[in-house]
């Protein structure tokens, strides 16, 4: 089984060339930043409004 589970993450892992797969990982990565950005923004906010000291 962990020979099969080793598979499976080579399989992820391993670079490919197909355009929609860039584009896909490209959009993701554009997500993440977003979503890390609001949420720091987010507590940027709650810290504000809660009056904690830095």
Do not use: G, Y
């Not at 892992?13 to 490209?26: E, Y």
């Not at 997500?31 to 009056?51: D, E, K, N, P, Y």
């Amino acid at each position: 089984m962990a020979s099969n589970h080793s598979t499976v993450i080579r399989h992820w892992s391993a670079p490919q060339d197909n355009t929609m797969d860039r584009t896909r990982s490209a959009s993701r990565n554009a997500l993440i930043r977003t979503s890390m950005l609001l949420f720091a923004l987010l507590a940027i906010v709650s810290f504000a409004l809660a009056h904690v000291a830095w």
